[in-house]
């Protein structure tokens, strides 16, 4: 007969009075929400609490229409996601011209390079229950296909890329250490990552992560969690496009910036990804669109103001910024 003290998960931790609050706050990670929802203490070092993003930014002329814009609004937009549909699909040309119209008017890019899951002939990450296993890479073929994408990238003068692997992730990290890719470029992870715990966004940030979206429906608590062991900027969805839940969250964005901030608050309403972000859809239906978020980022901007007058947007900057966001202030 066992004497007990062999048997799994025996007593020796319940007679030490271990538990999981216990656990977490051992290796200094929250055990609970935040549901005092204490202010963030940090800041983008120019002194704003959130910055403005807007995601489907696919051609140059698309980025034109957000400027102009922009412009008649007065509302900046701090950061562009580029090129939804993949950066392998516009010639070095157009990247190039993108690269500069940016820089040019100071606003940060993150573009999205073109090989990624269902490009190949791997269909699981496809099917209706296969797509709960993300967007990982597969196989070696396609992971250096997607490094030699984002090596384009950066010859074009693009700076900020857009990771949805951790793997790719690590390997990118490494080569900037190394400097086998551009010492400035900034990683800005995926909400295809599907990430949403302090435990987890800490390990991102380790791995060499600039900024980091969580998933869209994160509770003010689990944000005010989150920011409370990590430094990194965080990407909030201030507006989610419908198949993602079509969140609408402008009202509360300036009390999500008083936990999160430094933040950036991504504008992305519409359809769905698949319909919205297409290399061959005609010019003015991104160019309409773009407009319409621009739009929804000045509403942010002015109610965040109202509800939360301390609050403050980053500032407009200049140009030679593509390296992607400041770093944030203690």
């Not at 412009?71 to 500069?100: C, K, N, P, Y």
């Not at 990590?230 to 402008?250: C, H, K, Q, Y």
């Not at 309403?269 to 061959?280: I, N």
């Not at 003015?284 to 403050?312: M, N």
Request: with cysteine.
């Amino acid at each position: 007969m066992s004497d007990g003290k062999s048997l799994q998960g025996g007593s020796a931790s319940q007679a030490d009075g271990a538990d999981g609050s216990a656990i977490l706050a051992a290796q200094g990670l929250p055990p609970a929400d935040d549901y005092s929802l204490h202010a963030s203490e940090k800041l983008f070092d120019d002194g704003g609490h959130f910055r403005l993003e807007v995601s489907g930014v696919e051609r140059l002329a698309t980025l034109e229409a957000l400027i102009e814009e922009a412009d008649q609004r007065d509302v900046f937009i701090h950061r562009v996601v580029a090129f939804g549909a993949g950066a392998t699909l516009l010639d070095t040309g157009e990247l190039r011209a993108f690269a500069e119209l940016a820089d040019e008017h100071g606003i940060e890019v993150i573009a999205c390079p073109g090989p990624r899951t269902g490009w190949d002939t791997g269909r699981q990450a496809v099917t209706p229950e296969g797509i709960a296993s993300g967007r990982r890479v597969r196989g070696s073929d396609n992971f250096r296909f997607l490094l030699d994408d984002y090596l384009r990238c950066f010859e074009c003068g693009l700076r900020g890329v857009l990771v949805w692997d951790e793997g790719v992730l690590d390997v990118l990290a490494s080569a900037r250490r190394d400097g086998a890719i551009p010492p400035d470029a900034v990683f800005k992870v995926s909400v295809y990552t599907g990430h949403a715990n302090p435990a987890a966004i800490r390990i991102l940030e380790k791995l060499g992560a600039d900024s980091l979206n969580p998933v869209g429906d994160l509770s003010r608590p689990m944000v005010a969690a989150i920011r409370s062991v990590v430094e990194i900027p965080l990407d909030i969805w201030a507006i989610t496009f419908d198949s993602f839940g079509g969140m609408n969250r402008l009202w509360e964005a300036g009390e999500i910036a008083t936990v999160a901030s430094p933040c950036y608050f991504k504008i992305e309403p519409g359809d769905s990804e698949a319909a919205m972000y297409t290399g061959w859809a005609e010019a003015a239906f991104h160019d309409e669109l773009i407009r319409h978020k621009v739009r929804h980022a000045s509403v942010l901007t002015e109610l965040a103001q109202r509800t939360s007058p301390d609050i403050r947007p980053s500032p407009p900057r200049g140009a030679n910024i593509l390296a992607g966001s400041q770093t944030p202030s203690p």
